[in-house]
């Protein structure tokens, strides 16, 4: 994974081996900050760190140095985890100061959950594929995107093609990490029962009939 980047964002929180990150860079920009006070800030915070005293805890836990390109030469910044975030900007203050350090732990927060749908996703799938394979002589493209299609109309209430247009998400290949918790935990657990339904019941109508019943059920079990 590299380069995920979450619907409408502005705060640029991205990933970096499956942890979520943000740049000193786009940070300042949000906060309305010169980018060299926030990079003193965060060294002030490196030099001071090995002075804490915590047990089993590493700098790059929270901060990474790196670089970015501009007109040709390269310049200084930092990627922040949450927790490094969190530390920074413990010292901004001013009127919109709490509204974006609120936003950015959401966006974190968002991010951690488009990761690990996304590492879900590519677990079941293998499996999943593998039951459509079994359960036809000759598997076509169709039966993998009806049957995929078929749980998200029962979930989302339209096809992938159709979320992708009405959240501007272009052509990514799955719609998985764009999902609420709630709609991705449905998914998932639906697609996981049909791994079974697929060889045990063969017609696609029935499927999806055993399919609505199980989300209705899980639906109703969540709102109780």
Partial sequence: MSNLILPGDIYGVTEKAGIPIASSRRVAEIFNKRHDHVLRDIQEI???FPKSGEPNQNINQYFTSSTYKDRGKRYPEYLMTRDGFTLL???FT????????????????EMESFI????EAKADFPEFTRAIMDAHEEPKTYHFSGELDMINRIVLGMSAKQFKGANNLGKVPSIRPYLTPAQAESVKALQRIDIGLIVAVPDFQERKKILAEQYIRRTVKVIA
Avoid at 95 to 102: E, S
Avoid at 116 to 119: F, G, M, P, T, Y
Wanted: charged share 20%.
């Fill in 94 to 109: 001013g009127k919109k100061a709490m509204a974006f350090k609120i936003a950015y732990i959401n966006r974190f927060n």
């Fill in 89 to 91: 900007a413990m010292g």
């Fill in 116 to 119: 690990r749908n996304l590492v």
């Fill in 46 to 48: 490196i030099i001071s």
